[in-house]
């Protein structure tokens, strides 16, 4: 569904391409994880196929085509319809992603009011339907209430109901769980495992954490310096890692689940 070839970005005001070459697809249905160290081009890329490079602050070059259409090179306006419709997008931060002055319900049903034809009352039953789908509790009631009157836990709830109420195909999530505690972070990636089981989205799911990405991927690809230096199934990548980075990623992985790993006979 989604196929990445030979993308290269490289922002004017840098010596270094933020992204220098990668190839990489996401079959339809797919939980794809992306990780590697700060700086390493995942968000780049992820903006990428989101169509969120400010596109006059760098080079870049490559083909991304989503069901055959092609993302890198489209105009504004196929971009718009294509990344409503089609892509959905969660960033770590939901605070910074809402609007404080806006209503969490009409912040989850606006991308309905921008694409669909549906009526303000067919909106608000679709975006109440999509927070009782991410276990927002009382969605009647939560569609009225301000950001501000949420926890963490639950704007990034909102922020994924936004992102799913149009049904796009793929999900884009960049670092979602980062900046939530381990329990809601634990709950965040069992929402998007059985969001994934029923509906079959396809996700890209970035994170610099490996052991996130192995209980929610079945496939990994690892980033270093704009570079793709390995992909795999996720149990090849944990328990088998080839690249000297990979092994350095998963040598950085807290000692009880190294521990695990290394029962397994994978890290040498
Ligand atoms: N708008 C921009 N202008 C110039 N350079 C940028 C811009 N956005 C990103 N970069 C550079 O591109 C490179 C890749 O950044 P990117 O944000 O993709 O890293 P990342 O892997 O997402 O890191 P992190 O784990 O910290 O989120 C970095 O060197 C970064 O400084
Ligand atoms: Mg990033």
């Known amino acids: 569904m989604l196929e990445i070839r030979d993308l290269h970005v490289k922002f004017h005001n840098r010596d270094r391409e933020a992204v220098a070459g990668i190839d990489l697809t996401i079959e339809d249905g797919e939980i794809l994880g992306l990780v590697g160290e700060s700086g390493s081009g995942k968000t780049v890329t992820a903006m990428s196929i989101a169509g969120l490079l400010p596109r006059k602050q760098c080079d870049y070059r490559g083909d991304i085509f989503l069901n055959g259409e092609d993302l890198l090179h489209a105009d504004r306006k196929l971009l718009r319809k294509i990344h409503g419709k089609e892509i959905g997008v969660v960033f770590q931060d939901p605070m910074s992603a809402m609007d404080p002055l806006m209503k969490v319900g009409e912040q989850v049903a606006e991308v309905l009011r921008i694409h669909t034809d549906l ?10 339907r999509a927070m009782a789908q991410v276990e927002l ?9 301000y950001p501000h009157e949420l926890s963490g836990g639950m704007q990034q709830r909102a922020m994924i109901a936004s992102a799913i109420v149009i049904e796009p195909a793929l999900l884009l999530l960049d670092e979602p769980t980062t900046a939530l505690d381990v329990t809601i972070q634990a709950q965040i990636l069992k929402l998007l495992k059985r969001l994934n089981q029923e509906s079959g989205i396809s996700m890209l799911f970035i994170s610099h954490n490996l052991n996130v990405v192995r209980k929610l991927c079945a496939r990994v690809a690892v980033m270093q310096k704009g570079k793709i230096v390995e992909t795999g199934t996720t149990e090849q990548v944990f328990y088998h890692p080839e690249h000297p980075y990979t092994k350095h990623l998963i040598e950085a992985i807290p000692t009880r689940e190294l521990a695990r790993a290394m029962k397994a006979g994978g890290v040498k």
């Open 137 to 145: 509790q009382e969605p009647e009631k939560l569609y009225d209430k």
């Open 119 to 128: 009526d303000a009352a067919a909106r608000r039953e679709r975006a109440i």
